[in-house]
Structure formats: C-alpha cells, structure tokens
C-alpha cells in the first residue's frame, strides 16, 4: 500500500479490511478520497476538498465505489487497448449504469444485486443486458485484480438471455428484393456489395474506389470486427452493378448521395426500408446477407476453407455455424446417391405403378 505524506489525509482499515481515507481539516467537511493513494481521481478529490469544491468529474460515491472504479478502469492498460469503436461501447453502456448506481461500494455489490441490474435491462433489452453484463464482468475483473477492491467478481457467474440470430435470407425474398431494386439503383447495389463480396455492413461502407484494380480488389478493407486483411476478385454480376450505378460516385463504392462516406446506421436504415418496401419481413437485415452468400457458397460446393477466405471469419467453426444445414443437405445427397438397390426394387416399383394407374395417377 502507498505511504500517505499529506496534510490532513486519514487513513483507516475498515470491517472489511479494506483501506479508507478522508481529508479531515478543522471548518471543513470531511470527504472521502477515491482511488488509490497518489492517484489521479485520489488527488484530484484531495486539492478539491481543501479548496473551494469538488472538482470536476470527481467520481461520487467515495472510494472504491462504483464510480470511482469506472475512473481507474478508463485510464487501465485493458480499456486503453480497446479499438476505438470498442471504448466509445463501453463507455456507452457504463454510463448509465454510473448514473445509477455509481453510488455503490464495488466490495459489497452482492451477486444478487449485480443480477438485478442486468434483469432490470433484460427485461425489454436482452441484447443490451448481455452486452451489459460482459462489460461489467470486464470492470469487475479490473476490480478484483489489480484493484484488489473485491475478492470475487459479482457480475462473473450472471447467464446470458438467449437472443435470436440474424438469420439467412431465402431465395424468394432475394427474388422479391432484387425484382423490387433492379441494377442502377443504390439498393440494389448496397445488396449486390453484401452479397457478392460477402461481408459486414460495417466493411462494406469503407470500400473504396481506390482499392479496386481491374477486376481485383487490391487492398480492398481491413476488417473492423477481426482486422482480417481480404483481396477478393469483383464478381461479374457485382461489376454489372456498380457500371449501372454510375461507375465512381466520390471516393467509395456506395456513399452518400455527396460522394462522402456513408454510416453503417445510415446505409442499415436505407436497407431496412428498401426490404419492407419489397415486401419482406423486418427480420430480413444485412447481416443476413452474409449468411445467405455463406449458405449459396457451401451449397455450390465451396469447402469451409473457401468460404472463410471470403468472409474473413477467423474460425472454420463459425464457418461451419453459417453452413451447417447447406452442408447436411448436400452431404446427404452425396450419401442417398450411394445406397444401393434393394433386391427386387424392380416389383416394388411396378407395383407403386399400378397403385398411380388405379388412383388414375400419373
């Protein structure tokens, strides 16, 4: 532990055996100092209680409560090293539950109490609630070790809601889609860049014009999700859409209507009405576009290894989840061509026949 060399700072051992400290001058309040000794939120909490108030963004609380866990976390080698993507989630996410419950002492959160706040959420919100729940688990570890505010991590053993997947799309709403949105529309080309390179929503409106040579794209993107770097050949259909397009409309392959990159909520939002437009189902997202070309692919013959350096998915076991069911069709077909006859199939079939002829079949 830190040896304490400040005026007016106390320091004391409480029930739990956790270490405690207050500034305590005569004509003052005393006030709680969070963090460890010598750290930014503790000295920050000390100038401010011997001047004229809190400083700003003082954790509330006191020490080793919520809030002032969520300060060291933020300034952790292991929220440091988030993608920035990642870190404006988390912080997303937390701060509501700061809001909240920033007031609790982080080494006597019981489990239940932890559990009840991710019900809370999960009670209309499952998918925030797991999303809450693994960022909270993540907090709490911080907590545990190197804090050594808490023995146990309270969010650890807390299970996650069943949520539903993104599913494939079928071929009739392909169909509905693509007559609905024919080539030269942004639609149409939104789908054909999902479905002919086979990737996120996310990557998709990073593709840039740049990228492309030839037929070929030449850097194409890094993968946000996995930062998988993909060469992936221009399909002829998805070459046909992008000349009906327009050829280059500013400096990526689907933008905005200026030319400048478009969101993924915004080209998301553009999908969805584009869908419910042609007559699908809400459930009929991008997302599920990747799984389709994933199931066309394995359907066609292509191996998992083939399909994952299209997808860029780093495991052949998520390839396998995108592709179980095209491939128990096709392997069962393969199997079914390989039984052999039965003794006198020939009778048997003459007389299923006859059974057609008598119902006046055909």
């Not at 002032?68 to 996410?93: C, D, I, M, W």
């Not at 969010?155 to 069943?162: E, T």
């Not at 799984?291 to 998915?313: D, F, M, P």
């Not at 998520?318 to 052999?340: G, M, N």
């Amino acid at each position: 532990m830190t040896d304490i060399q400040l005026p007016y700072v106390q320091a004391f051992r409480d029930r739990h055996g956790l270490m405690r400290y207050y500034v305590r001058k005569r004509g003052l309040k005393r006030v709680a100092l969070p963090g460890l000794p010598g750290s930014k939120p503790f000295m920050d909490a000390y100038h401010a209680a011997l001047g004229s108030g809190p400083a700003p963004g003082t954790p509330k609380g006191g020490p080793r409560s919520l809030a002032a866990l969520l300060a060291s976390y933020y300034t952790s080698p292991e929220f440091k090293n988030l993608k920035p993507g990642a870190q404006k989630t988390y912080r997303h996410v937390l701060k509501s539950i700061e809001a909240q419950d920033g007031h609790r002492n982080v080494h006597d959160l019981p489990e239940d109490k932890a559990r009840k706040i991710i019900q809370e959420i999960g009670a209309d919100r499952p998918a925030l609630a797991n999303l809450t729940s693994k960022v909270l688990r993540t907090v709490f570890n911080h907590a545990v070790d190197p804090l050594k505010w808490c023995k146990t991590n309270p969010f650890a053993g807390i299970k996650l809601y069943k949520i539903g997947e993104h599913r494939a799309w079928a071929d009739q709403e392909v169909e509905k889609y693509t007559a609905r949105w024919p080539l030269g529309t942004r639609e149409r080309l939104a789908f054909d860049l999902h479905y002919y390179t086979d990737q996120r929503i996310s990557d998709v409106t990073k593709m840039r014009c740049a990228d492309t040579k030839g037929e070929m794209f030449s850097v194409f993107v890094k993968q946000k999700k996995t930062d998988v770097e993909l060469m992936l050949p221009i399909h002829k259909e998805l070459l046909r859409s992008l000349n009906a397009y327009g050829g280059t409309r500013g400096e990526y392959l689907i933008g905005r209507l200026d030319g400048k990159r478009i969101s993924t909520s915004t080209l998301r939002h553009i999908m969805k009405k584009a869908a419910a437009e042609a007559g699908l189902p809400e459930d009929c997202v991008p997302h599920g576009i990747r799984k389709t070309a994933c199931r066309h692919l394995a359907h066609a013959g292509a191996s998992n290894k083939e399909i994952q350096s299209v997808s860029g998915h780093k495991t052949l076991a998520e390839i396998e989840r995108y592709t179980e069911s095209a491939e128990q069709a096709r392997l069962a077909r393969s199997a079914i061509a390989r039984l052999p006859a039965l003794p006198n199939s020939g009778v048997a079939l003459q007389i299923v026949e006859n059974i057609a002829d008598d119902r006046g079949e055909s």
